[in-house]
T-cell receptor, first 112, second 116 residues
Framework: LAKTTQPISMDSYEGQEVNITCSHNNIATNDYITWYQQFPSQGPRFIIQ???TKVTNEVASLFIPADRKSSTLSLPRVSLSDTAVYYC?????????????FGQGTTLQVKP | EPEVTQTPSHQVTQMGQEVILRCVPISNHLYFYWYRQILGQKVEFLVSFYNNEISEKSEIFDDQFSVERPDGSNFTLKIRSTKLEDSAMYFC??????????????FGSGTQLSVL
């Protein structure tokens, strides 16, 4: 699985857009990029997944440049309840056993 | 939205005792997993399970650990003789398919295991 690098922590204020960037220089051709969110004392929760360009759902957008060596999770107009740890994971066809490798993630603190 | 349920939410046990952590995966899912998270550390993969057998396990998942799907709805993790370092939050997860892409895993809320 490709190694990922993301900031350890970020602060934001309610109503702002938050962008969390993840670097994955060794991403393989078959790899997808997936983001999970984890609230304290809860299990991780799938947010979004993409392969290239842009993916949007009701929670977030995921921007992936053409070289796919990085990706940016965009959370529009965050609220206090978006305070959580956000994990970027990269894996693909070869990792089909559900073995997700979580890094330290980015701890997002949203302030009033 | 369907969810993975885990019981108990908290389990306290004495070192050397056996514990069984229970999970009810989402009903139409075929792939089941256990992960754990020691306080302040990363979420770690333990084991994946499909078609009544282990698909993959980590080095953490040694002979003290076992998994079972005793019936059509439950999925259990047994720790035979608990050690202090087994204290952690244990997460069960399930997915619809083992897939040819990184699957969307659904995680439960976890069982906090404290070994005294």
């Amino acid at each position: 699985l490709a190694k990922t690098t993301q900031p350890i922590s970020m602060d934001s204020y309610e109503g702002q857009e938050v962008n969390i960037t993840c670097s994955h220089n060794n991403i393989a051709t078959n790899d997808y990029i997936t983001w999970y969110q984890q609230f304290p004392s809860q299990g991780p929760r799938f947010i979004i997944q993409g392969y290239k360009t842009k993916v949007t759902n009701e929670v977030a957008s995921l921007f992936i440049p053409a070289d796919r060596k990085s990706s940016t999770l965009s959370l529009p107009r965050v609220s206090l309840s978006d305070t959580a740890v956000y994990y970027c994971l990269v894996g693909g066809f070869s990792s089909n056993t559900g073995k997700l490798i979580f890094g330290q993630g980015t701890t997002l603190q949203v302030k009033p | 939205e369907p969810e993975v349920t885990q019981t108990p939410s908290h389990q306290v046990t004495q070192m050397g005792q056996e514990v069984i952590l229970r999970c009810v995966p989402i009903s139409n899912h075929l792939y089941f997993y256990w992960y754990r998270q020691i306080l302040g550390q990363k979420v770690e993969f333990l084991v994946s399970f499909y078609n009544n057998e282990i698909s993959e396990k980590s080095e953490i998942f040694d002979d003290q650990f076992s998994v079972e799907r005793p019936d059509g709805s439950n999925f259990t993790l047994k720790i035979r003789s608990t050690k202090l370092e087994d204290s952690a939050m244990y997460f069960c997860a399930s997915s619809e398919a083992g897939g040819r892409e990184v699957e969307k895993l659904f995680f439960g809320s976890g069982t906090q295991l404290s070994v005294l």
